[in-house]
Structure formats: C-alpha cells, structure tokens
C-alpha cells in the first residue's frame, strides 16, 4: 500500500488489470485486481478550494460550493389557489375540455326541424370571453376553440395587447337561412345549433376591431382577413363582407360539410 495515500486519508480500490499468457493461443485473458488511487471525498469536502487542489482532489473544481441553494418551496396559499383554480376549471368545462367553459343545456326541441342535440351555452375559450354567450353543439364549440388558438389569436398577436373577447351576434335561432321566408325554405345552420356570427374582436386595451368599420381599414384590415382565412377548415361555411351584404358586418362561421369541402367566401 502506498503509505503516502494512506496518509492522506485516501481510499484505494481495486481496478482489474489484464493479464494473458504469451504462450498459449487459445488463453482467454484474465482480469487481475490492482490498486487505484481516488481522492478522499471526505477531505475534499472538508477543506478549501485551495486545499484541495493542493492535496490534488481533482475531482473537485477548486470553484465548486460546498451546497447548492435550493428554491423554497411555494407558500401555502399559492399551491391552495391553484388548486382551487384547476377544479374551478374542471367544474366549469364542457364538451370534455376545460378549455371551453360554459354550461351544458342538453337537447333542445324546437319547432319543425329546429333544435340542438347536446346544446351547450359557451362562457370561454381557451381564456377568450364570448359575448353574448352562443347556444351550440359540442362539434361547433371545438371548431371554434381550433380557430381561436390557432386562427384569430395568432392574426391579431399583440395588437392592443391581444384578445380579450369575440363579439357574437348570433347563434341559435330557429329559422330559414339569411332569416328569409319565402322563395327559401332551407333552415340555417343557426336553428341547429351548427352556427356562429362574429362581428367584433374586442383587445385587452379596451378597444374593438369591427368588421363592419375596419375590414377595408390600412389598420385592421389584414388582420380581420387573415381572421376571416383561418376559419376556413375548421368550418365548413365562412361567409364575410365579400360574401353579400347581409354579412357586411360580422362574419358567419358554421360546422356545416359539404362534398365539395368547405365554402368560404
């Protein structure tokens, strides 16, 4: 043993060490244990940054603390509100996502071939407020959650700080389509519950971007077109001011599908 390491209060393992025979040409070598010297951690714990590398514990950094600070833990009030937050949430979500907050109304009758099947009253989404609160189905709220977070989010960015709120001007109401009468007997998407109007996005600094006064606007309008493009796919019918007059000022989104894939206009 080296009585030097012993000194120093080193440990030294065994590390194996090859051996063969020279004369034989089928010998498989062997392992053969030796020594192996490695720092006292002990020392290397207990002694300076200088000591140590004086004494040559190259396993740590003349640099290295002793301990790492760790974070405290978070107080108690902090982890209680967010648990309250998580079941507020859960307690709030239908259509199986929290993401989508409201309450669930269930099936809804209405005259002839009116009605909703799973109606649900959408409050949010995605943390955007709808207002008023649309009456749909389950297939038309997660089409609106697509488009918020991946369509209407996006094309306004931080303008004005971002979304806050989406202006609905219609949802369900049982009745024929562009609300006529004669000469068209088709119901719309809306006496389904298929369907929602957007005529405003409202941002977090108070003001509102209306399609009605700013979809021609140097400002606003790229913005409202490019609202009005990412609709297309996660719903079947996108009507805007280029449709007709009717919808000059809000555009209409519904779940509606067609063989020929969506109609956006």
Same mark, same amino acid.
């Given at each position: 043993?080296?009585?030097?390491?012993?000194?120093?209060?080193?440990?030294?393992?065994?590390?194996?060490?090859?051996?063969?025979?020279?004369?034989?040409?089928?010998d498989v070598p062997q392992? +053969?244990?030796?020594?192996? +010297?490695?720092?006292?951690?002990?020392?290397?714990?207990?002694?300076?940054?200088?000591?140590?590398? +004086?004494?040559?514990?190259?396993? =740590?950094?003349? =640099?290295?603390?002793?301990?790492?600070?760790?974070?405290?833990?978070?107080?108690?009030?902090?982890?209680?509100?967010?648990?309250?937050?998580?079941?507020?949430?859960?307690?709030?979500?239908?259509?199986?996502?929290?993401?989508?907050?409201?309450?669930?109304?269930?099936?809804?009758?209405?005259?002839?071939?009116?009605?909703? +099947?799973?109606?649900?009253?959408?409050?949010?989404?995605?943390?955007?407020?709808?207002?008023?609160?649309?009456?749909?189905?389950?297939?038309?709220?997660?089409?609106?959650?697509?488009?918020?977070t991946n369509g209407i989010?996006?094309?306004?960015?931080?303008?004005?700080?971002?979304?806050?709120?989406?202006?609905?001007?219609?949802?369900?109401?049982?009745?024929?389509? !562009?609300?006529?009468?004669?000469?068209?007997?088709?119901?719309?998407?809306?006496?389904?519950?298929?369907?929602?109007?957007?005529?405003?996005?409202?941002?977090?600094?108070?003001?509102?971007?209306?399609?009605?006064?700013?979809?021609?606007?140097?400002?606003?309008?790229?913005?409202?077109?490019?609202?009005?493009?990412?609709?297309?796919?996660?719903?079947?019918? !996108?009507l805007g001011p280029n449709?007709?007059?009717?919808?000059?000022?809000?555009?209409?989104?519904?779940?509606?599908?067609?063989?020929?894939?969506?109609?956006?206009?």
């Amino acid at each position: 043993m080296d009585s030097g390491a012993a000194d120093r209060g080193q440990v030294l393992p065994i590390r194996p060490r090859l051996r063969t025979a020279p004369n034989t040409a089928t010998d498989v070598p062997q392992p +053969e244990m030796r020594p192996r +010297e490695e720092p006292a951690l002990s020392i290397g714990y207990d002694t300076g940054p200088q000591r140590r590398a +004086e004494r040559d514990l190259f396993a =740590f950094s003349p =640099f290295a603390p002793r301990s790492v600070e760790r974070p405290d833990a978070r107080p108690a009030a902090i982890v209680q509100a967010a648990i309250t937050q998580a079941v507020e949430r859960q307690r709030g979500a239908i259509c199986g996502d929290p993401e989508i907050q409201g309450e669930p109304i269930g099936t809804i009758d209405g005259p002839g071939g009116c009605g909703v +099947e799973g109606a649900v009253k959408v409050r949010s989404i995605a943390g955007v407020n709808l207002q008023t609160n649309p009456t749909v189905d389950c297939r038309t709220a997660q089409a609106m959650k697509t488009w918020i977070t991946n369509g209407i989010i996006p094309a306004v960015g931080g303008t004005g700080g971002g979304v806050a709120r989406l202006r609905v001007v219609g949802h369900y109401v049982c009745r024929n389509r !562009v609300g006529g009468s004669s000469g068209n007997r088709r119901l719309s998407e809306h006496a389904l519950g298929h369907a929602v109007d957007i005529a405003g996005i409202g941002l977090k600094s108070g003001r509102e971007i209306t399609v009605l006064t700013d979809w021609n606007s140097r400002s606003d309008g790229a913005i409202l077109r490019r609202v009005w493009q990412s609709a297309c796919g996660p719903f079947g019918t !996108v009507l805007g001011p280029n449709a007709n007059a009717a919808h000059r000022d809000h555009f209409h989104v519904d779940t509606a599908r067609y063989r020929s894939g969506a109609y956006c206009r």
